[in-house]
């Protein structure tokens, strides 16, 4: 038989491709073994981490339930006994209180937690739409003969009254134009060292008001070095806390919980305590502090 070389040739490169073939395989096979082995390894080692994790994980969920627990009990106790948390803590302070707002005003609570800390009220006064009113501001500036043509420049003339002797007649005329509502002025209302501006708004945006009435105030009255603190309720939709940080006045955005009336009277007994207090995201803490 005449055996033809290509066939030959052929032949032998099938067989050496077979041997190259089965090597590879076996090789394969051996280190999918191997493989497999440092996979399960790998997967042990995991599990017993994951196991460890668990267990850390649980032991600070509790961890966090329990602080929870004692917070939410201090909240509790410092609601339940604020008017002895507060007792003689402002004597010989004397606390102007305005509302910066007719339609959101709660200055009886300040009120209330000044007196119970034994402060003394200068004043409290409550400012009203009127104030808008350009026919109004007209009116006054006619009467009073004076050059009022804005909002901002009655509450300029409201602050530069209360520094005067003859406040009251001055703020009743303000009163009977509806520009203001007087809840409380003290005989020694010019011996004010604080006021609380009870701010916040419940509208769809309350910036406008804030620029014409609290922000002239805050202005006037850090001229004078007084002490000013800006406060709102919790359930407050329009907050001016941002409004009141900008222009460097200590926020307390709770005032209508314990927890707000203590923070209001800590700051209003240490000017020097400044910052955002309350519940709010981005507050310095929920209660002052001094470092």
Sequence with gaps: MHI????????????FISLGIGILVGYNLNYDQELSKQQASVISDL????????V???????SLADLNEDYDKAIAFINDNVDSLVADKLIDKNIGIISTNQDNDYTSEIKDIITKANGNVSFDIVINNNIFNEQKIEELSTKLNLEMKSTKDVMVYIEKILSENNATTKL???EDANMIKINALNENYQSYDSVVMA???NGKSGKDQYENIDKVLIETLKDKDKNIVGVQQSNTKFSYVDLYSNDKVTTIDNIDEGLGKLSLVMVLQDSNIAGKFGNLEGSDSIIPYKK
């Design 56 to 62: 850390t994980n649980d032991n600070l969920e509790k």
């Design 47 to 54: 599990d017993s981490k994951f196991d460890s994790l668990k």
């Design 4 to 15: 033809n070389m290509k066939y030959y040739i052929v032949s032998i490169g099938a067989i």
């Design 199 to 201: 701010g916040g708004n």
């Design 172 to 174: 009743r005329e303000l």
